[in-house]
């Protein structure tokens, strides 16, 4: 089976992000950068299957800045076996719609049997482009995916619903957003990550890819910070009756919460 | 005495030592082989010390004789110094009936009173083994066959010892001048006619006929550590022992720590050798205590097995041809994983042995080559490499702790003279974090100029190291390294012992040397000195010290916090007896396994309250000084519902400083 997972590079969840001085996108000065999380568990999905079947190929993709080179780095350090980069001209602005668009044209080139991605990115949370990429293939999509094997003349992927699984069987080439891989993602060997240091990473503009970058937008008009938590109240007067009376008439009245 | 060998008795008796001699080396050659199959390590520097070990550790017995094991243990000594006596006597009586020359000295009075007194008392030594090998059966012993064997041919040779020499006597075959052994004829038996000369002669032939089975046997025997002990002790690390061996110029190799026999060092081999089964490791490891999969006796004995088993096959073809070594068929990795490195085994060890190297080594082989990590130190390991912390905090937030004490960055006060290396631990764990305030406290108290890296702080790699990621250990170390020689940093102190290990002990490896306090030797200093005034007032405390394993067994510092405890106005110390000093029983938390969890038997944590509460005199509070150790000591506490404080030795001082207000603000 021949995979391709597309991937995006997001702040580092440790990463305590900050909104810039322009007040509509983050301050990127001092941000650890690392897969989003759900790609990275598409590309654990993608090596798990790989494991299994040794004929398997992983190719990682992604579209950002050229920092981004450094999250497919980590990607072939897992055990991915090759990676393309589209990036520089318009790359760090593309709509998502285009995005999608760039990455079908790769697909296209590629020809794999199976495209991963996650099934949203861990900074804006849309959930846009791997249905969107789907669509522009003309493939099938099958998403919240937590599992996938080869089946009967096509592939079984499970889908996380509700208390349980869906299975669904696709017969020909079909785009999985993936929910969660069935062991957290590997730790890169040593000799993975030297080996991936040396491996070459094509690169691709945008704009050379012939595709239409044009695409309705959507714009970010302001980011703010979550209110600052204030200081917690310990109530330390008086025996617990007195005490719970206190704590219901707090949250009656100050927390409005009964 | 005359050796009865008239005749062609000396041609058989060479004969014999020809065949016991020559399965000696022949075995001992193969065995040789077998260990130089292992990678080239350079254990020749520090000769003095060297020389040292082998007259304290070796002859001395110093290891042997060790709580709790004294009485056992001067059992043995008895046993091998007379082995060494005894063993002069014995080439005497080889040379003798073969060719008919003598060692000098082999008739006087002194030699042969103290052939005598050894021989009893090897005697009444080997009968008290063999009790409690088969009466007592201590459960950490292994007993084998092979422990029967070597007993019963030490009594059959100190036995035919004592009848020759008492019918030799009584058949007058005493050599001119020499002195009649006491003991051997105390009692005066009549041999009835010629009988005596039979008897002598029967008795010193069995006697030399074991003595060469006994040499023929022994490389068979893991009672070959009467020969590898030598090399052993010889060559063993001289290493601080809270540092781990460099993996040098890791970016151009292809396989990391040890997955088979080759990948261990010759000398990780030759302990496999030495192993004599005493089970002492096994005895004071705190994983093996509460429950989990590791032995450390059994690491050491499945390399030994491993070796011995592939050996002949390896060292046949070169190690580029033939098949290559197989992976560790008996140990598993969830007995490596549960380690601590608390280095209990080592303490134990009267043969000095390097239980950890190896299991960091197999560590090594798993983290780097295998990508093979427990899911929760991965997630450590990963939270460092993204972080700098093992946590996975926000970097930003690491100085937080400091806010409202305005305590000045290296940046700002270039000119400060020790380092305040504050860890990750202190940085952002909210217990933890009052201790780096009561450091600050105490510092300032005592007029230290003291400065902090602030966010430019990062892990210290320690956690990555044990856990077997030795190129993450190295990224950190050299990061921290570069930001010390851009500030200028001569002098460091740490509140964190694992923090201080590792840049006093392991960041010299990679060339960078400074003057390291863990911070209770710097104000032990302070209070000798006279800067810090300890006033009283606070309320009175019966205070248990823990002693930290980096601290303790690994650094040798037991006396620092005890001084400073003994210093501290309405504090009484106790100790946790027997488990205090050396024997101080691991928190659980070394090693990497903070971030692991510990799912199989007791917690380590929990059987160390268990400790604390059977002591005699009840304490009020537990100190210690090693930010694990506090959280492992609360949860503890905790979960047994006990009524003892945890604290950290710094927090007891700085309640005492003139301005204890900025420990608590």
């Given at each position: 089976?021949?995979?391709?997972?597309?991937?995006?590079q997001t702040?580092?969840?440790?990463?305590?992000?900050?909104?810039?001085s322009?007040?509509?996108?983050?301050?990127?000065?001092?941000?650890?950068?690392?897969?989003?999380?759900?790609?990275?568990?598409?590309v654990?999905?993608?090596?798990?299957?790989?494991?299994?079947?040794?004929e398997?190929?992983?190719?990682?993709?992604?579209?950002?800045?050229?920092?981004?080179?450094?999250?497919?780095?980590?990607?072939?350090?897992?055990?991915?076996?090759d990676?393309?980069?589209?990036?520089?001209?318009?790359?760090?602005?593309?709509?998502?719609?285009?995005?999608?668009?760039?990455?079908?044209?790769?697909?296209?080139?590629?020809?794999?049997?199976?495209?991963?991605?996650?099934?949203?990115?861990?900074?804006?949370?849309?959930?846009?482009?791997?249905?969107?990429?789907?669509?522009?293939?003309?493939?099938?999509?099958?998403?919240?995916?937590t599992?996938?094997?080869?089946?009967?003349?096509?592939?079984?992927?499970?889908?996380?619903?509700?208390?349980?699984?869906?299975?669904?069987?696709?017969s020909?080439?079909?785009?999985?957003?993936?929910?969660?891989?069935?062991?957290?993602?590997?730790y890169?060997?040593?000799?993975?990550?030297?080996?991936?240091?040396k491996?070459?990473?094509?690169?691709?503009?945008p704009?050379?890819?012939?595709?239409?970058?044009?695409?309705?937008?959507?714009?970010?008009?302001?980011?703010?910070?979550?209110?600052?938590?204030?200081?917690?109240k310990?109530?330390?007067?008086g025996?617990?009756?007195?005490?719970?009376?206190?704590?219901?008439?707090?949250?009656?009245?100050?927390?409005?919460?009964? | 005495?005359?050796?009865?060998?008239?005749?062609?008795?000396?041609?058989?008796?060479a004969?014999?030592?020809?065949?016991?001699?020559?399965?000696?080396?022949?075995?001992?050659?193969?065995?040789?082989?077998y260990?130089?199959?292992?990678?080239?390590?350079?254990?020749?520097?520090?000769?003095?010390?060297?020389?040292?070990?082998?007259?304290?550790?070796?002859?001395?017995?110093?290891?042997?004789?060790?709580?709790?094991?004294?009485?056992?243990?001067?059992?043995?000594?008895?046993?091998?110094?007379?082995?060494?006596?005894?063993?002069?006597?014995?080439?005497?009586?080889?040379?003798?009936?073969?060719?008919?020359?003598?060692?000098?000295?082999?008739?006087?009075?002194?030699?042969?009173?103290?052939?005598?007194?050894?021989?009893?008392?090897?005697?009444?030594?080997?009968?008290?083994?063999?009790?409690?090998?088969?009466?007592?059966?201590?459960?950490?012993?292994h007993?084998?066959?092979?422990?029967?064997?070597?007993?019963?041919?030490?009594s059959?040779?100190?036995?035919?010892?004592?009848?020759?020499?008492?019918?030799?006597?009584?058949?007058?075959?005493?050599?001119?001048?020499?002195?009649?052994?006491?003991?051997?004829?105390?009692?005066?038996?009549?041999?009835?006619?010629?009988?005596?000369?039979?008897?002598?002669?029967?008795?010193?032939?069995?006697?030399?006929?074991?003595?060469?089975?006994?040499?023929?046997?022994?490389?068979?025997?893991?009672?070959?550590?009467?020969v590898?002990?030598?090399?052993?002790?010889?060559?063993?690390?001289?290493?601080?022992?809270?540092?781990?061996?460099?993996?040098?110029?890791?970016?151009?190799?292809?396989?990391?720590?040890?997955g088979?026999?080759?990948?261990?060092?010759?000398?990780?081999?030759?302990?496999?050798?030495?192993?004599?089964?005493?089970?002492?490791?096994?005895?004071?490891?705190?994983?093996?205590?509460?429950?989990?999969?590791?032995?450390?006796?059994k690491?050491?004995?499945?390399v030994?097995?491993?070796?011995?088993?592939?050996?002949?096959?390896?060292?046949?073809?070169s190690?580029?041809?033939?098949?290559?070594?197989?992976?560790?068929?008996?140990?598993?990795?969830?007995?490596?994983?549960?380690?601590?490195?608390?280095?209990?085994?080592?303490?134990?060890?009267?043969?000095?042995?390097?239980?950890?190297?190896?299991?960091?080594?197999?560590?090594?082989?798993?983290?780097?080559?295998?990508?093979d990590?427990?899911?929760?130190?991965?997630?450590?390991?990963?939270?460092?490499?993204?972080?700098?912390?093992?946590?996975?905090?926000?970097?930003?937030?690491?100085?937080?702790w400091?806010?409202?004490?305005?305590?000045?960055?290296?940046?700002?006060?270039?000119?400060?003279?020790?380092?305040?290396?504050?860890?990750?631990?202190?940085?952002?764990?909210?217990?933890?974090?009052?201790?780096?305030?009561?450091?600050?406290?105490?510092?300032?108290?005592?007029?230290?100029?003291?400065?902090?890296?602030?966010t430019?702080?990062?892990?210290?790699?320690?956690?990555?190291?044990?856990?077997?990621?030795?190129?993450?250990?190295?990224?950190?170390?050299?990061?921290?390294?570069?930001?010390?020689?851009?500030?200028?940093?001569?002098?460091?102190?740490?509140?964190?012992?694992?923090c201080?290990?590792?840049?006093?002990?392991?960041?010299?490896?990679?060339?960078?040397?400074?003057?390291?306090?863990?911070?209770?030797?710097l104000?032990?200093?302070?209070?000798?000195?006279?800067?810090?005034?300890?006033?009283?007032?606070?309320?009175?405390?019966?205070?248990?010290?823990?002693?930290p394993?980096?601290?303790?067994?690994?650094?040798?510092?037991?006396?620092?916090?005890?001084?400073?405890?003994?210093?501290?106005?309405?504090?009484?110390?106790?100790?946790?007896a027997?488990?205090?000093?050396?024997?101080?029983?691991?928190?659980?938390?070394?090693?990497?396994?903070?971030?692991?969890?510990?799912?199989?038997?007791?917690?380590?944590?929990?059987?160390?309250?268990?400790?604390?509460?059977?002591?005699?005199?009840?304490?009020?509070?537990?100190?210690?000084g090693?930010?694990f150790?506090?959280?492992?000591?609360?949860?503890?506490v905790?979960?047994?519902?006990?009524p003892?404080?945890?604290?950290?030795?710094?927090?007891?001082?700085?309640?005492r400083?003139?301005?204890?207000?900025?420990?608590?603000?």
């Open positions: 089976v021949k995979i391709l997972v597309c991937i995006k702040p580092d969840s440790t990463v305590r992000v900050k909104v810039g322009d007040g509509r996108s983050i301050d990127a000065a001092g941000v650890t950068w690392a897969i989003s999380a759900y790609d990275e568990y598409a654990e999905l993608a090596l798990e299957h790989k494991d299994r079947d040794k398997s190929t992983v190719t990682v993709v992604s579209l950002g800045p050229t920092r981004s080179r450094d999250s497919l780095r980590q990607a072939l350090a897992m055990g991915a076996d990676a393309v980069l589209i990036t520089g001209g318009s790359a760090e602005s593309l709509p998502p719609l285009a995005v999608a668009r760039a990455l079908a044209k790769v697909v296209e080139e590629a020809k794999p049997d199976l495209v991963l991605c996650g099934r949203q990115a861990s900074d804006d949370e849309q959930g846009f482009v791997g249905p969107a990429l789907a669509e522009v293939l003309g493939w099938p999509h099958v998403p919240t995916v599992k996938f094997a080869a089946a009967d003349g096509g592939l079984d992927a499970w889908k996380e619903i509700e208390g349980g699984h869906e299975v669904w069987r696709a020909g080439p079909v785009v999985l957003t993936v929910q969660k891989s069935e062991k957290e993602p590997r890169p060997s040593l000799p993975g990550i030297m080996k991936a240091k491996k070459e990473i094509p690169e691709k503009e704009a050379s890819l012939g595709i239409d970058l044009a695409a309705p937008v959507i714009e970010i008009v302001k980011m703010e910070p979550p209110p600052a938590r204030g200081a917690g310990i109530i330390k007067d025996d617990a009756k007195a005490a719970a009376a206190q704590l219901a008439k707090l949250l009656r009245d100050e927390a409005k919460v009964l | 005495v005359i050796a009865p060998t008239a005749g062609a008795g000396a041609l058989v008796l004969a014999l030592a020809a065949l016991g001699f020559g399965a000696f080396f022949w075995r001992s050659y193969q065995l040789y082989r260990i130089r199959l292992g990678r080239d390590e350079d254990r020749t520097r520090h000769l003095g010390r060297r020389i040292r070990d082998e007259l304290v550790v070796y002859l001395g017995q110093r290891k042997l004789l060790k709580r709790p094991y004294v009485i056992r243990g001067a059992a043995h000594a008895l046993i091998f110094w007379g082995f060494l006596v005894i063993t002069y006597g014995t080439a005497d009586l080889l040379l003798s009936g073969i060719a008919g020359w003598r060692m000098p000295g082999a008739d006087s009075g002194l030699f042969v009173w103290t052939v005598d007194l050894f021989a009893v008392a090897v005697l009444a030594s080997v009968l008290l083994a063999l009790y409690r090998r088969a009466f007592v059966r201590p459960p950490r012993m007993i084998a066959l092979d422990g029967y064997v070597i007993l019963g041919l030490i059959l040779l100190m036995l035919s010892l004592l009848v020759f020499e008492n019918a030799g006597v009584a058949a007058g075959v005493l050599a001119p001048g020499q002195t009649a052994p006491p003991l051997a004829t105390f009692l005066r038996l009549r041999y009835p006619g010629d009988l005596s000369f039979t008897v002598f002669a029967g008795a010193w032939w069995v006697h030399v006929t074991t003595v060469l089975a006994f040499a023929a046997y022994l490389p068979q025997s893991k009672h070959l550590h009467i590898t002990t030598l090399p052993n002790v010889f060559f063993r690390s001289q290493r601080p022992r809270g540092a781990l061996d460099l993996i040098d110029k890791i970016e151009e190799r292809e396989s990391f720590g040890a088979s026999v080759r990948d261990l060092s010759w000398k990780q081999l030759l302990d496999g050798y030495t192993c004599t089964e005493c089970g002492r490791c096994s005895d004071q490891c705190p994983a093996l205590a509460t429950g989990k999969p590791l032995d450390p006796q690491i050491v004995l499945d030994r097995d491993q070796l011995l088993h592939e050996g002949a096959r390896l060292a046949a073809a190690a580029e041809r033939g098949t290559p070594p197989a992976r560790w068929k008996e140990t598993k990795t969830e007995e490596l994983w549960a380690c601590t490195t608390c280095a209990a085994c080592l303490e134990a060890c009267p043969v000095t042995i390097e239980h950890i190297d190896k299991i960091v080594d197999m560590r090594r082989w798993l983290a780097m080559n295998e990508g990590v427990p899911a929760e130190a991965q997630r450590a390991l990963t939270n460092i490499e993204r972080a700098g912390n093992p946590w996975g905090q926000p970097p930003d937030t690491r100085a937080d400091a806010k409202g004490l305005e305590v000045p960055t290296f940046a700002e006060h270039p000119e400060s003279e020790y380092l305040y290396f504050v860890g990750c631990a202190a940085s952002f764990d909210g217990r933890n974090q009052k201790v780096a305030r009561a450091v600050v406290a105490v510092l300032r108290a005592a007029g230290v100029r003291f400065a902090i890296l602030g430019e702080e990062t892990c210290n790699g320690d956690p990555a190291r044990r856990i077997g990621n030795e190129y993450l250990w190295q990224t950190q170390a050299r990061h921290n390294i570069e930001t010390f020689t851009r500030y200028g940093v001569r002098k460091i102190v740490a509140s964190c012992p694992h201080f290990n590792t840049i006093a002990n392991e960041y010299p490896q990679l060339g960078a040397t400074y003057e390291v306090l863990h911070v209770q030797q104000v032990q200093r302070l209070v000798a000195d006279g800067r810090l005034a300890l006033r009283d007032g606070a309320e009175r405390e019966v205070v248990a010290y823990h002693d394993c980096y601290l303790g067994r690994h650094n040798g510092i037991y006396d620092a916090p005890r001084d400073l405890l003994d210093a501290v106005p309405g504090v009484q110390r106790v100790e946790i027997p488990h205090h000093r050396e024997r101080g029983f691991c928190c659980g938390a070394g090693g990497g396994r903070m971030w692991m969890e510990e799912k199989v038997g007791q917690r380590v944590n929990h059987r160390r309250i268990e400790q604390l509460m059977a002591i005699e005199q009840k304490a009020s509070s537990v100190a210690s090693c930010p150790c506090l959280i492992m000591l609360e949860e503890g905790g979960a047994k519902g006990v003892v404080k945890p604290v950290d030795v710094m927090e007891l001082i700085a309640a400083v003139e301005r204890p207000e900025v420990a608590t603000a």
